[in-house]
């Protein structure tokens, strides 16, 4: 796994780069291959966000989250990742599984 960190008008601590990594072996326990995330953390006044760009094999998933405190705000977003992620590979197993995607019909 792959995990950018970066800053804006914020400094990467190392404490908060090993949070991200750790944290986001949550993610990578669902898929074996190669993941590439980079995470933006942002400073405003009062408020931490906290973006992430996640590219797993024919997929490429956004997630953000804001907080006034930078670590509940990396712990939302691993938790929007992980849902997103999840729904990915249910989609996949009912394909494989041949039970295709039922869509919602006006009828």
């Known amino acids: 796994m792959n995990v950018t960190v970066t800053g804006q ?3 990467i601590t190392p404490a908060i780069r090993n949070y991200v990594v750790e944290k986001m ?5 669902h898929f074996e291959p190669k993941i590439d995330v980079n995470v933006v953390v942002k400073v405003e006044k009062l408020m931490q966000h906290v ?17 006034t405190d930078l670590y509940a705000a990396i712990d939302e977003l691993v938790h929007t990742l992980d849902r997103q992620v999840i729904r990915i590979k249910e989609k996949q197993n ?9 869509h919602l019909s006006t009828d």
């Open 9 to 11: 008008q914020v400094e």
């Open 25 to 29: 072996e949550r993610v990578k326990r």
């Open 51 to 67: 973006e992430a760009n996640l590219r797993v094999p024919g997929h490429d998933l956004f997630a953000k989250a804001s907080n």
């Open 94 to 102: 009912d394909q494989r599984n041949g039970n295709p995607i039922k």
